[in-house]
């Protein structure tokens, strides 16, 4: 994609997210991409720049997988792209059948995610998708997830990644792509 192009369709993303002070509590400014979703040419872009990294970085996906709840609005967007499968990563008891799942601490206690046991077969390659990275937690414990089932994470891909919190950090062992840095 030419650098123009790639250019006006990060500028189109960003006109698309909102910002709303002291969400959910104060001091925290909380990013909101629901916009995106009713903007066709701003989902449309998102899903180009996903699919263009994911063709240079990794030319060999196997599955998508996406985090409860917005990278289920991503997701499978880009598997239908790629012509790979999707699957969703969600909080305990939110699957039906046999599941693996992985707890991991927050900041103030602890959390559970889950995949229903037949979602990844070992040896197969996964990009993960969230709509945002901020202390990276909930991504790392996805990623040791899928590990745990014998997937190869590739990579982790997030439409906005706010520096500050540094999750970048937490995902050390993995490739992070994001489209806009706040």
């Known amino acids: 994609m030419a650098d123009g192009a790639h250019h006006e369709k990060i500028e189109l ?3 698309n997210i909102r910002t709303f002070p002291d969400f959910p509590v104060k001091g925290i400014n909380f990013k909101d991409v629901c916009p995106i979703l009713k903007e066709p040419s701003a989902l449309s872009a998102v899903v180009d720049l996903f699919e263009e990294q ?3 970085s990794f ?3 196997d599955i998508i997988a996406g985090i409860e709840a917005r990278g289920f609005l991503f997701g499978p967007l880009l598997a239908q792209r790629l012509g790979v499968g999707f699957v969703p990563v969600r909080k305990k008891g939110k699957l039906p059948g046999p599941t693996v799942s992985l707890s991991y601490a927050l900041e103030y206690g602890v959390d559970v995610l889950e995949i229903q046991e037949d979602a990844v077969t070992a040896g197969q390659k996964v990009v993960l ?4 990275l901020a202390t990276g937690g909930t991504m790392h414990a996805s990623c040791k997830l899928l590990e745990k089932h014998q997937a190869e994470v590739l990579g982790c891909f997030v439409v906005i990644k706010l520096k500050d919190l540094k999750g970048e950090e937490k995902l050390h062992d993995y490739r992070v ?5 706040c």
């Open 54 to 56: 994911t063709k240079q």
């Open 177 to 181: 792509f994001s489209l806009l840095q």
């Open 13 to 15: 993303i960003t006109r």
């Open 129 to 132: 998708i969230d709509d945002l």
């Open 59 to 61: 030319p060999q996906v």
